[in-house]
């Protein structure tokens, strides 16, 4: 064989054997993977992997070599969230310990009463949580009286050293995260009958004098239509709504260098009014619909109260920029409805920026949509749940801020409400109830008022009561760090509808009311000259205080905001019901607005006299109304207890005469 052609073979082998080396090189790549593994403490966890559902912690996959983010949620946890590298045949473990944001859940089973001094009271106390039970306590009037290593509690009050009237009960269970939940119920404890008791069957006790009836008041203003059959589900729906727009956006830049920060600038050539379509996730029941805007800040842009048709939010009429908002950005839109705002004070960044909507139809007929943000310049998470149930009146707000930063940093947050019960705008007869007797300022064009974070008192100031909007002749920002009790509400009492807040205090901490007051030039927001009033709820007590994240740390909670009817706005208010009460002289009339239907006794005592025990129904549609005749000592406080048929208390309420 010639060189040449032994040449040409032998470079014809080599090039056969090196394809073969080749393609068995890809085969290997192509079958390559990474192994994973996850677990979580507590296990359980839901596991997504660059945003697709995988299963339950523990959890092992095969994955393609490449960087993967995992995120962890379990109901009752804050969310954990980590990126991992992974490599070709090695395995990845991925350990997280979920943070416990949930107190535990407690139970108290317990009966009203009377109870007879000698037969004490037996009670049942049980808890769950997600991190297991450390410990539960029962306390009577305050003090402890029994307690147990466990999830359930059984115990036997002695009531032979009580005094005759009303004893309160409260249950408390610690997780073993160190968190507490509580729960409260009431008892009756008898006066000792002057005979002894007979041994044979007994025979009721005399009564001394009888009890004054409840009466339903006369109703001067229409009634609420029927109740409806609260059944169905809640159901979701979309549908498009045209708003005038200003065409800002051609006028939007940004400078970070300048700003400090990533998030869009205005500067003065936006153009004239256009119909822009926006899109809208209706909820709705028998009661409530709900319509809520992801594109500009995730916001609820409408509550309306199906009863009477009435709405409970300001929509303004233009989408108009304004110079307001933070100083950095100089510049927001009064769109109206309730705002999500951080992370910095004046309505924050990010209530023009569009939100990530995510919709959840559960088991139970609720419905609940999840708007979600990762803010840019601390790296926070915000997840904000609003969730509404079938038969109830009620908008929950589960708010959830998770740092996704390396460092700690100041955050603020606040959810800002613009309100305008009833109609399009806000006028004289709009009141404030904030349940405190001092305020601070933020600011204020009210002459005579005190400088911005100084304290007045509250409602009355120098002879004005500033809880009535017609005494404001200027605009006022105030803020309310103490209270008496965790609600705020706003009540129209030309429309006789208003709205309540009801929060967990012990953790969103802030109240601040805002509103222009006559003479405010509205062309500044708006084209038609409407008015409404900003009732905000903040993490942090004012826009001078802030919150802190530690990496990787969440804070969670869960508040209620519900309409109330033909009731002139509460004295106190939860989550349950909201309560009217007045006293004058020998008279007392009471108010009760309940967001969903529930059975309760109403117990109403004068001193040490139980003057009416009575069981009452309660009803979005149906504020119960009701006068009583006053006797005995009326110098003494009139108290008005409304419990559960089971005995747990769902409010209470003193009042003390003028002068007592």
Known sequence: MRPAIRLFCAISL???????CSRASLGEQAVCQAILVIDSTPRGATVTLNDALQGKTPLRLLLPPDAATVELTRDG????RRTVRLSCEQETRLALTLQDVQPPRVTLEASPGPVAPSDGLKVAVTAEDGAGIARVALLVDGAQVAEAADAMLLHNIDTRDLSPGVHQIEARAWDASGLSGSTKAAFIVAKPTATPRPSATPTRPATISPRPTLTRAPGT???ASPTPAPVEPVTV???NIDLPTYA????????EAKAGHPYPLLNNGWGAVNPQSYELIVLRNAYLEVELLPELGGRIYQIRYLPTDQTLLYNNRVIKPTNWGPPDQGWWLAVGGIEFCLPVDEHGYVTAEPWDARVDELDDGSASVTMQYLEQTRQVAVEVSITLRPGQAALELATRLTSQSDKAEPLQYWINAMVSPGKHGVGPGLRFVLPGSQALVHSTGITGMPVAYEPFSWPVYQGRDLSSYGNWDSYLGLFMPTRTA?????YDEDTDIGLV?????????GVKLFGFGRGFDANLYTDDGSQYVELWGGWSPTFRDAGNLAPGASVFWRESWYPIVQMDGPTLANTQVALWAERSDDRLTLRVHSPGEQQAVLIIRQGEEELSRQPVALAPTRPLRL???LRGNLAAATHVLLLRPTGEIIIEHTIVPQGG
């Open 221 to 223: 203003t229409p009634q």
């Open 501 to 509: 807040r009801a929060f967990p205090g012990a953790v969103a901490n």
């Open 627 to 629: 006068e009583l005749g």
């Open 14 to 20: 080599l090039a056969v054997l090196l394809s073969g």
């Open 486 to 490: 965790d609600f705020v509400a706003v």
């Open 248 to 255: 800002y956006e051609r006028a939007l830049y940004v400078d």
């Open 77 to 80: 946890f804050a969310p954990a």
């Open 237 to 239: 729906s979309r549908r």
